[in-house]
């Protein structure tokens, strides 16, 4: 299974990923941001503190909102 190995913030809701597979590139969660867990990430101070966490392979943010390593792969935006 491929994982997320690194995350940094781009800008907006836009971030630069890198997978276990070496892909890499940009991915724009903002149409994603709905619901009880994400509606927090729409406010820029707290969408930034997204982290890689290790053990699930995966972006994860401090109130404990994650994306599918799977879902952001076949989504983001690769890097030429």
């Given at each position: 299974?491929?994982?997320?190995?690194?995350?940094?913030?781009?800008?907006?809701?836009?971030?630069?990923?890198?997978?276990?597979?070496?892909?890499?590139?940009?991915i724009?969660?903002?149409?994603?941001?709905?619901?009880?867990?994400?509606?927090?990430?729409?406010?820029?101070?707290?969408?930034r503190?997204?982290?890689?966490?290790?053990?699930?392979?995966?972006?994860?943010?401090?109130?404990?909102?994650?994306?599918?390593?799977?879902?952001?792969?076949?989504?983001?935006?690769?890097?030429?």
């Open positions: 299974m491929v994982g997320v190995k690194e995350v940094r913030y781009v800008s907006g809701y836009t971030i630069w990923l890198r997978f276990s597979d070496g892909t890499e590139g940009e724009d969660l903002s149409t994603e941001l709905w619901g009880p867990v994400f509606e927090p990430l729409c406010e820029f101070d707290t969408f503190k997204v982290v890689v966490n290790d053990d699930l392979r995966t972006i994860v943010w401090p109130n404990g909102a994650d994306f599918a390593p799977e879902f952001l792969r076949s989504e983001v935006k690769v890097s030429t």
